[in-house]
Every structure is written in C-alpha cells, then in structure tokens.
C-alpha cells in the first residue's frame, strides 16, 4: 500500500534528486501515479518537468532515490529490461520527434514494423485507425512527411504513434504548447478519451492551466526542485498557499 | 585576489579538457563495444545498411574519382621533375604505384569520406538528437545503436575498402596519362614498372600483392574510425543547431587526427606482419 491508497501503482518517485552542472533541479521528489489516472506536471519554464519524464522512461538516471514503473526499479534493471519496460509505455514529445525521412505511416506504424509480425496491410490498417482516433483524414497525410505537415497535425501524428500499441501508460510532454485553442481542446479531449476508453494512466507535463484543469485527475506543482502543492482541480483553485496563488494569477 | 582567481581558472583549465577527453574515449570505447556487439547478433537492420552503403559508398564515387585522379597526375608531374635529371622516368610507374596502393590511396580516400560522409552522418544523427528523435527511439525500445550506428559501422567497413580500390586504380590511371601524354612513356612500360613495384614486396597466396593487402587492411580500420567517430559525436550533440554544427566538425577534426595517427602504428604492424 502507498501513500495514495493504492495497492499497486503504475508509478513511484521516491526522493528522486538530480542535479545537472551542479544545479540542483530535482531535490528530492516523491510522486506516485495510480492506475487510469491522469497526473498533470505544473511548473515555470525550467522547474525540471521535462526532466520526471525522462527519468520515468529511464532516459537518464537519478543521482539519488528511486524510480519504480509498472512494479520494477528503473535504477537497478538492465539495458534490455528497461527496453522490455518501455514496451507498454507511449511518449508524446513537446516537438513531436517524428522521424524527419519516415512517412506519417512508418511514422505511426514504427513501433508495429519494429515490435510485431503483423504484416504491412495489417499495420497500415492500425495506423488508419490509429490516425482517425487522433481526428486525422489517413487518406490525406499517411504518405505525406513530417515536413509536410503543420504544427497542430504533428502532435496529432505523435499522440497516433505514441498509442498505436495501446500502452498502459502515456507521457506527454507539453502536448498543446504552441497550438491554437481549438486544436487544443481537441488534444485533451483525446487525453480524456483515451483514458476514459483505453483506462491509460497519463503523465502529463505543462504549464498550460486551462489545459490542466481540463485533463487532470491530480496535479503536482514543481518549484526550485520540490513539489510544492499535490491535489485535485478543485484543492488547487482553493488553495491559499502563496506559491500556488502566485502560479495561478 | 582577482590575479589568483585568473591563474587558478587557467591552471583548472587543462584538467577539465583532460577530464573531457578521458570522458570522450571512455564513452567512444563503449559505444565501438556495442558496436561490434550489434555487428554479430540480431536484430540487424538490413535495409538501413543498405541506405548508408548508398549513402558512404555510392554517394562518394565522385570525390574519390576526382581524388585519385589528381592524385595520381600530380604524382607522375612531380616526381617526373626530379627522376628526368637522371633520365630515370621510365620508374614514374614506380613511384605512383607504390605510393598511391601503400599509402595516399586508403588515407586520402578515408580523409575524403570522412569529410563528405563522416560529416554528414555526424550532422544527421546529431540533429536526431537535439530534436529528441533518438529519445524517440529509445521510448520506443528501440536501441539507437543498433538501430543507428551499427548499419553505419557496416557500410563505412565495406565501403571505405571498395572506395580505395576505385582511388587506387584511377590514380595509377592519372600517372599514366600523364606518362604517355606528357613524358612520352608508352603504356606498357608504365604499366609494367606499377607491376614492378607491387612485386617487389612479394604477393600473399600466390597472386594477390603484400602491398595491395596492406592497402586493404587499413581502410577497414580507417572505415571504423569514420563511422564510430561520426556516430559518437552525432549521438552526443547538444544546444541546438549550433550543437549539430559542432558535432560535425569535432568529427571530421578528431577523425582525421585518428587515420592519420592509426595509419603509422598500423604501418608498422603490417610491415612487421608481412614484409619482415
């Protein structure tokens, strides 16, 4: 049992510290994320947001304390286990990262050619559909390159390639910064969706507060390397702690 | 106290470039381990190799053409000044044979590739970076050096060999031109005194000349000089666009400082091997 009640969370940060040139950016954090639930990551510009993700997909490692996802200690596993670990997990980055010289379809369709047996009719099929559930016409851009698409239909390409193998678990990393309000809107209620259809437990890091409200089920503010404030939508907007207040004005 | 700070900062400086370089090699070491690890077990990724054999191989045809050619010109010129003093050009032959097949031929066509293709992967895989493709890769558990720098390492060790035979051949033709064209020599005299030389080191299993080996074993090493420096540098870039531009002249710099360098030790190897 954790400290949020539940039996076996999807993941725990335990004292996590991390420091980078000798800046502290992370100066012993504990989160924990239950399953199906959709955890958003609020901070200034640098507070290290970006950075829980990264040591979630066990890109880089903390120089203290722990990382524990889907029951199994990023620190202590090897290569290949932490490989096997991001076999259920998604990523959607702030700039896409879609593969410059893929089409949209080896684009969405990167993790199916890599990981399975399916054959090509049967991949593109998944990336249609995965591309549909994204609000996106396949006949139109599943040959087209990343270079051809614009902002909003490249977070949407992303968000298709990041759920295509239906992960039990989805990070986002600011998936609505630049994007106009109606693209948007549309983001989260994917996210909604997703978890609502799917029961995908989320991460999501931001600093967009419309947003947040929208999607969150819980929200972590983070500053000067600590999270400063933990709960719903509801306990940050009454908050009377100066920092939140602070954020939210 | 301002003078000591000054003379502290500059006696710190040499230790952080050294701890920078003993960074840089233990990180290159492990990635060339991982390297040679992926060239040997599954999974390979044969199309990629496929695209990079076209990409280093193919793609240098042309600057390696161009290379040999003039080389091999400028050789036969040169040497033609000093040999017709004492009426010994029909040794022309000679002297481009020798020197293109043991060394200008395997460390200029790997210090052309290296500039042309070293860079370019160098430029292309640090660009994956700073735009978190490769991040993408990993999330996707996928490893980027199998994925990445092992199709590479590949083509740049079947590449660089083929692409210094081309050097090779078209340099002695450059010699002959201007043999013929220029020094009145005929073909075959020119071209029997190239023999001439490549014999004279004696031939490994029966027909193929110790010169011509020698000439093929250090392209293979030059081979992985470019491909692991590149994709090191490359899979290493940060701060932007300007990262990436960094990452391709660090790798074509401390490339060609390695051939250069690797091209004497192994010069000295193959000749205790071989010729002794």
């Known amino acids: ?26 100066d012993g954090i504990d989160l924990v994320v239950d399953p199906g639930e959709t955890v958003c990551i609020l901070g200034g510009s640098g507070a290290g947001k970006s950075t829980v993700l990264r040591l979630i997909l066990g890109l880089i490692q903390p120089e ?112 609505t910064s630049g994007l106009d309000p109606i693209t948007t809107r549309t983001i989260d209620e994917l996210i909604r969706k997703l978890q609502r259809e799917l029961g995908v437990t989320s991460v999501v890091v931001t600093h967009d507060l419309d947003s947040a409200f929208r999607i969150a089920d819980r929200l972590a503010l983070l500053s000067e390397g600590k999270i400063v404030f933990e709960g719903s939508v509801e306990d940050m907007k009454s908050s009377d702690e100066s920092y939140v207040r602070e954020f939210l004005a | ?33 991982r390297a040679a690890v992926g060239l040997v ?32 010109m400028v050789l036969a010129l040169q040497s033609a000044v000093e040999m017709e003093q004492f009426g010994a ?12 097949v043991r060394e200008l031929g395997p460390v200029l066509t790997a210090l052309m590739v290296s500039g042309r293709a070293g860079s370019g992967i160098a430029a292309e895989l640090g660009a994956m970076r700073v735009t978190e493709q490769i991040d ?40 002959l031109l201007i043999a013929v064209v220029k020094l009145d020599l005929t073909f075959d005299l020119y071209m029997r005194s190239v023999y001439q030389t490549l014999a004279q080191t ?35 870039a940060e701060g932007g666009t300007e990262g990436v531009g960094r990452a391709a002249t660090g790798s074509v710099v401390t490339a060609s400082i390695l051939i250069l360098a690797t091209d004497y030790f192994l010069t000295q190897i193959l000749i205790a091997l071989l010729i002794q």
């Open chain 2, 202 to 236: 004696g031939f490994i299993l029966r027909y193929v000349p110790i010169d011509f080996v020698m000439g093929l074993v250090k392209p293979m090493f030059f081979g992985a000089i470019i491909a692991l420096t590149a994709c090191h540098f490359g899979m290493r």
């Open chain 1, 64 to 175: 203290e304390g722990e990382i524990i996802v889907n029951g199994r200690e990023m620190g202590t596993a090897s290569y290949e286990e932490v490989l096997e670990i991001r076999l259920d997990m998604g990523m959607v980055f702030q700039g896409a990262a879609l593969f410059d010289s893929l089409t949209v379809l080896d684009n969405v369709g990167f993790y199916l050619f890599e990981h399975t047996d399916l054959s090509d009719a049967e991949i593109r099929q998944r990336v249609e559909d995965a591309l549909e559930m994204v609000d996106l016409d396949p006949a139109e851009v599943i040959g087209l390159l990343p270079s051809e698409l614009s902002g909003g239909m490249r977070k949407r390409v992303g968000l298709a390639r990041a759920l295509i193998h239906e992960p039990k678990l989805l990070l986002y990393d600011e998936p």
């Open chain 2, 1 to 33: 106290m301002g003078f000591l700070d000054g003379a502290s900062s500059l006696l710190r400086f040499p230790g952080e470039r050294l701890k920078l370089l003993a960074w840089h090699t233990q990180e290159y070491v492990r990635l060339a381990g």
């Open chain 2, 41 to 72: 077990t599954r999974p390979f990724y044969g199309r990629d190799f496929i695209v990079q054999l076209d990409a280093v191989g193919v793609g240098s045809l042309g600057i390696v053409f161009l290379t040999g050619l003039f080389t091999g």
């Open chain 1, 1 to 26: 049992m954790t400290a949020s009640g539940h039996p076996d969370p999807v993941i725990q940060l335990r004292g996590v510290r991390l420091s980078f040139g000798g800046r502290p950016v992370l």
């Open chain 2, 136 to 175: 993408a890769l990993q999330t996707m558990a996928v490893d980027p050096v199998r994925k990445l720098v092992v199709p590479r390492l590949a083509a740049c060790l079947l590449a660089i060999p083929l692409l210094t035979i081309v050097t090779d051949l078209v340099a002695i033709f450059g010699g």
């Open chain 2, 89 to 100: 050009t029909i040794y022309i032959g000679r002297l481009v044979g020798a020197s293109t």
